[in-house]
């Protein structure tokens, strides 16, 4: 069973978000994602101060296996990237939500994470997939 | 839910945590945990794979020889000891190919062939439209399962678990040979650019062997590994490197193909007129000098110019970038790049394989 840690809010499409406060969030993919994709070895990132729209494609990661495009959670800018998945991809492997991080995003006013699952709603989602 | 067969071995490799896919209308294991780790251990130690979805056909009759040398590019003339092994494809009469197979000489009346898994159906049908001429018998032999132990240490660790006269034979084999028994086949064979052992055996011992395997420190390893290891090795994947729409001379494969004598093969005429034609794509290895992976489709460009594509590629672990391989126009110049995602990125055209017996072949 993939860990879904209980703080943070989940994507449809695998991403999970963290609320930081003051409108920022930091986005990155759910253990079970990095599962279902196995090592991964190249990670693009989006482009600092990039102005992305819910649902946007705006990085990729690719695993031995495939490519996977990375869908922006909210409404917002894009104020930092994690330089150092460049060289160690797999940091995303074995710890999918700290040092795997990809993104950060200020949210546009008014935007908030209401839209998102929660952890148990995801595990459900997780499960409905695997059927 | 998947219809998709089971070989033999799908519960142990469950219970060994593989994840599992469907591959060929199998049911197989991907990875069972990490396919780099999998890939490593195979280039500096040993492996083991469940190739038990690939068929085994058995076909005997006087003129066998005869039938085999009508029916393959590559010419059976050259398999004179018993054991002996030939990598060949079998073409379409257009030079499509049908398939590409290993067959052994076991016996003037009797050779063994082992064809690809997601091709078995129409293989077999070929065959037994081609073999009453010939009279010959064609006989798949699915109850059998069959094992791959590849790597540096594979051949010693598999040979432990042999018995006697078996082991002695199959530690005696040169590469590309089979020995046998009445129970097992092991020829010294493999789909990995390692050294090893592909072993044929009844399916109610295969279970056995794979668990001794692992108890002697020969990890499991799933598709995934093997996808990384053949494409390191510079082997074709049929149905993505060739099928029937492509000849093995637009394929990397001319070297299989045997045309020196007269010898009238399935095929043969399809290919001598391409070669009279000339305008022979080439087949090559690739390098992407930056970041990214190759993937089967991208498109290759000379300048402004599409000039081919990917048709296998992926991330080599052993060079640490990625690596492919590609059907090109003829007359594209050296300098190529690839779009990935709408960038085009710049590549470097090399000699294959990338990786042999655990060494880089190339400079990264």
């Known amino acids: ?131 | 839910m998947s219809a998709d067969r089971k070989t033999v071995l799908n519960g142990v490799h469950r219970e060994m945590g593989a994840r599992m896919v469907p591959f060929g209308g199998w049911d197989m294991p991907v990875h069972y945990g990490s396919q780099i780790e999998e890939h490593h251990a195979v280039r500096r130690d040993a492996g083991v794979f469940d190739v038990s979805h690939m068929t085994v056909v058995d076909l005997r009759g006087a003129q066998v020889r005869a039938f085999l040398s009508h029916l393959l590019a590559n010419d059976v003339a050259k398999l004179q000891v018993p054991g002996k092994a030939l990598y060949s494809c079998m073409l379409r009469p257009d030079g499509g190919v049908i398939d590409d197979l290993i067959v052994y000489f076991l016996a003037e009346d009797w050779f063994r062939m082992v064809i690809n898994a997601g091709t078995t159906e129409k293989d077999i049908a070929w065959l037994q439209q081609q073999a009453p001429a010939f009279g010959v018998e064609v006989a798949p032999r699915f109850e059998l399962g069959m094992i791959a132990v590849q790597g540096p240490q594979a051949r010693g660790k598999a040979l432990e678990l042999m018995d006697e006269p078996l082991r002695e034979a199959a530690a005696g084999l040169k590469p590309f040979n089979a020995a046998s028994d009445d129970h097992w086949f092991v020829a010294r064979t493999g789909y990995t650019g390692e050294d090893g052992f592909e072993i044929v055996l009844p399916e109610n011992e295969a279970e056995a062997l794979w668990r001794k395997l692992a108890q002697a420190g020969v990890r499991p390893c799933g598709l995934g590994a093997r996808d990384t290891l053949r494409l390191e090795a510079g082997m074709n994947l049929y149905g993505q490197d060739m099928d029937e729409k492509v000849t093995p001379l637009a394929s990397g494969l001319g070297w299989t193909v045997a045309m020196a004598d007269q010898r009238d093969f399935i095929g043969r005429a399809a290919l001598e007129a391409q070669k009279t034609g000339g305008d022979i794509p080439l087949f090559c290895g690739l390098v992407l000098e930056g970041r990214g992976v190759l993937r089967s489709h991208q498109k290759l460009f000379d300048g402004e110019r599409e000039v081919g594509e990917i048709t296998s590629g992926g991330f080599s672990p052993t060079l640490e970038r990625s690596i492919g391989m590609a059907r090109v126009a003829a007359d594209a110049g050296d300098d190529l790049t690839v779009d990935i995602r709408g960038r085009k990125l710049p590549l470097r055209r090399v000699k294959m394989p990338f990786v042999r017996n655990g060494q880089p072949q190339i400079e990264v």
Not at chain 1, 53 to 61: Q, T
């Open chain 1, 1 to 131: 069973m993939s860990n879904i840690p209980g703080e943070l809010k989940y994507t449809k499409t695998h991403e999970w978000v963290r609320d930081e406060g003051d409108g920022v969030v930091t986005v990155g993919i759910s253990d079970h994602a990095q599962e279902l994709l196995g090592d991964l070895v190249f990670v693009e990132l989006p482009e600092v101060e990039a102005e992305l729209a819910a649902g946007d494609e705006c990085a990729v990661v690719e695993s031995v296996k495939a490519a996977s495009d990375i869908y922006c959670p909210i409404n917002g800018e894009v104020i930092e990237i994690n330089e150092a998945l460049a060289d160690a991809p797999e940091t995303i492997n074995g710890d999918p939500y700290e040092s795997g991080w990809i993104f950060k995003l200020k949210a546009v006013d008014g935007e908030d994470l209401e839209g998102l699952m929660d952890a148990e709603a995801y595990a459900e989602h997780c499960e409905s997939e695997d059927h």
